[in-house]
Protein backbone atom coordinates (compact mmCIF):
# COMPACT_ATOMS: atom_id res chain seq x y z
CA UNK A 1 0.00 0.00 0.00
CA UNK A 2 1.06 3.64 -1.16
CA UNK A 3 -0.15 6.40 0.22
CA UNK A 4 0.15 9.49 -1.95
CA UNK A 5 -0.54 13.03 -0.79
CA UNK A 6 -1.59 15.59 -2.99
CA UNK A 7 -3.60 19.26 -2.45
CA UNK A 8 -6.98 19.29 -1.66
CA UNK A 9 -9.47 20.55 -4.43
CA UNK A 10 -12.94 21.46 -4.35
CA UNK A 11 -14.68 18.83 -6.16
CA UNK A 12 -12.82 16.11 -2.91
CA UNK A 13 -15.22 18.07 -0.82
CA UNK A 14 -18.06 15.25 -0.92
CA UNK A 15 -15.36 12.51 -0.31
CA UNK A 16 -13.36 14.62 2.48
CA UNK A 17 -16.87 15.04 4.33
CA UNK A 18 -17.50 11.03 3.86
CA UNK A 19 -14.63 10.54 5.75
CA UNK A 20 -15.07 13.43 8.74
CA UNK A 21 -18.25 11.94 9.48
CA UNK A 22 -16.98 8.24 9.29
CA UNK A 23 -14.17 9.30 11.08
CA UNK A 24 -15.78 11.04 13.72
CA UNK A 25 -18.67 8.40 14.37
CA UNK A 26 -15.70 6.12 15.89
CA UNK A 27 -13.53 8.86 17.31
CA UNK A 28 -16.38 11.17 18.62
CA UNK A 29 -19.34 8.75 20.10
CA UNK A 30 -20.21 11.25 22.29
CA UNK A 31 -21.26 13.70 19.85
CA UNK A 32 -25.09 13.49 18.83
CA UNK A 33 -26.04 13.25 15.46
CA UNK A 34 -27.16 16.51 15.44
CA UNK A 35 -24.07 18.18 16.83
CA UNK A 36 -22.47 15.88 13.81
CA UNK A 37 -24.55 17.54 11.16
CA UNK A 38 -24.03 21.48 12.60
CA UNK A 39 -20.32 20.47 12.74
CA UNK A 40 -20.46 19.52 9.36
CA UNK A 41 -22.27 22.51 8.06
CA UNK A 42 -19.55 24.72 10.33
CA UNK A 43 -16.71 23.41 8.72
CA UNK A 44 -18.06 23.49 5.12
CA UNK A 45 -19.28 27.56 5.40
CA UNK A 46 -16.08 28.48 8.14
CA UNK A 47 -13.27 26.47 8.01
CA UNK A 48 -12.91 24.60 4.84
CA UNK A 49 -12.42 28.03 2.85
CA UNK A 50 -9.82 29.47 5.30
CA UNK A 51 -7.81 26.13 5.84
CA UNK A 52 -4.94 24.92 3.37
CA UNK A 53 -5.93 21.15 3.13
CA UNK A 54 -4.15 18.01 1.63
CA UNK A 55 -5.97 14.55 1.04
CA UNK A 56 -4.22 11.21 1.23
CA UNK A 57 -5.09 9.15 -1.43
CA UNK A 58 -4.49 5.16 -1.82
CA UNK A 59 -5.22 3.22 -5.22
CA UNK A 60 -7.17 7.32 -6.31
CA UNK A 61 -9.15 6.50 -3.31
CA UNK A 62 -9.60 9.65 -0.87
CA UNK A 63 -8.50 7.89 2.81
CA UNK A 64 -7.76 10.83 4.78
CA UNK A 65 -6.81 14.59 4.86
CA UNK A 66 -5.49 17.37 7.09
CA UNK A 67 -6.43 20.96 7.11
CA UNK A 68 -4.01 23.44 8.33
CA UNK A 69 -5.52 26.85 9.76
CA UNK A 70 -2.08 28.73 9.73
CA UNK A 71 -0.22 25.90 11.72
CA UNK A 72 -2.92 24.41 14.19
CA UNK A 73 -3.93 21.16 13.08
CA UNK A 74 -7.77 22.67 12.26
CA UNK A 75 -9.29 18.96 11.54
CA UNK A 76 -7.42 15.34 10.54
CA UNK A 77 -9.30 12.48 9.64
CA UNK A 78 -8.68 9.25 8.58
CA UNK A 79 -11.74 6.65 6.76
CA UNK A 80 -11.95 4.12 9.82
CA UNK A 81 -10.96 1.41 7.45
CA UNK A 82 -7.49 2.78 7.26
CA UNK A 83 -6.81 3.71 10.98
CA UNK A 84 -3.63 2.54 12.33
CA UNK A 85 -1.93 1.90 8.14
CA UNK A 86 0.19 4.69 8.06
CA UNK A 87 -2.39 7.20 6.74
CA UNK A 88 -2.00 9.85 9.81
CA UNK A 89 1.41 9.66 10.13
CA UNK A 90 2.17 10.30 6.64
CA UNK A 91 -0.35 13.64 6.51
CA UNK A 92 1.81 15.07 9.79
CA UNK A 93 4.74 14.13 8.23
CA UNK A 94 3.83 16.07 4.94
CA UNK A 95 2.93 19.07 7.19
CA UNK A 96 5.30 19.18 10.07
CA UNK A 97 8.42 20.57 7.85
CA UNK A 98 5.84 23.75 6.81
CA UNK A 99 6.20 25.06 10.28
CA UNK A 100 8.15 25.63 13.55
CA UNK A 101 5.69 23.84 15.69
CA UNK A 102 2.04 22.32 15.65
CA UNK A 103 -0.56 22.37 17.55
CA UNK A 104 -4.02 20.36 17.85
CA UNK A 105 -6.98 20.69 20.25
CA UNK A 106 -8.46 17.18 20.91
CA UNK A 107 -11.62 15.50 22.60
CA UNK A 108 -10.58 14.50 25.67
CA UNK A 109 -12.72 11.37 25.40
CA UNK A 110 -11.09 11.18 21.93
CA UNK A 111 -8.13 8.87 23.36
CA UNK A 112 -7.03 6.96 20.18
CA UNK A 113 -6.21 10.58 19.03
CA UNK A 114 -4.74 11.91 22.26
CA UNK A 115 -2.03 8.63 21.82
CA UNK A 116 -1.94 9.34 17.87
CA UNK A 117 -0.64 13.10 18.53
CA UNK A 118 1.79 11.62 21.26
CA UNK A 119 3.08 9.56 18.91
CA UNK A 120 3.67 11.88 16.49
CA UNK A 121 5.63 14.13 19.08
CA UNK A 122 3.01 16.34 20.28
CA UNK A 123 2.65 17.40 24.40
CA UNK A 124 0.23 18.22 26.19
CA UNK A 125 -0.06 22.52 27.07
CA UNK A 126 -3.33 22.76 28.61
CA UNK A 127 -6.81 21.34 29.24
CA UNK A 128 -9.78 23.61 28.59
CA UNK A 129 -13.35 23.64 27.00
CA UNK A 130 -13.83 23.47 23.66
CA UNK A 131 -15.40 26.95 21.90
CA UNK A 132 -17.72 24.24 19.99
CA UNK A 133 -18.91 21.70 22.75
CA UNK A 134 -19.46 21.98 26.23
CA UNK A 135 -16.83 19.11 25.83
CA UNK A 136 -12.59 19.11 27.29
CA UNK A 137 -10.53 19.17 24.75
CA UNK A 138 -6.47 18.92 25.18
CA UNK A 139 -4.24 21.52 23.53
CA UNK A 140 -1.21 19.85 22.21
CA UNK A 141 1.56 21.02 20.28
CA UNK A 142 5.20 20.00 19.23
CA UNK A 143 8.68 20.86 19.76
Same mark, same amino acid.
Given at each position: ??????? !?? *????? *? #?????????? #??? +????????????? *??? @?? !?? &????????? =????? %???? /???? @?? %????? #?? &??????? %??? /????? #?? +??? +?????? =????? +? @? /???? !???????????? =??? !????????? *???
Amino acid at each position: MKVSIRV !YH *EDDLD *E #VMRVWYEASK #VGH +PFLSEEMLQEDRQ *EII @NK !YI &PIARQWVAE =VDGAI %VGFI /AMIE @NQ %VGGLF #VD &PLWHKKG %VGT /ALIGH #VR +PMF +PTLTVA =VFKEN +P @N /AIRF !YEKSGFRLIEER =VSE !YHEILELFM *ETD
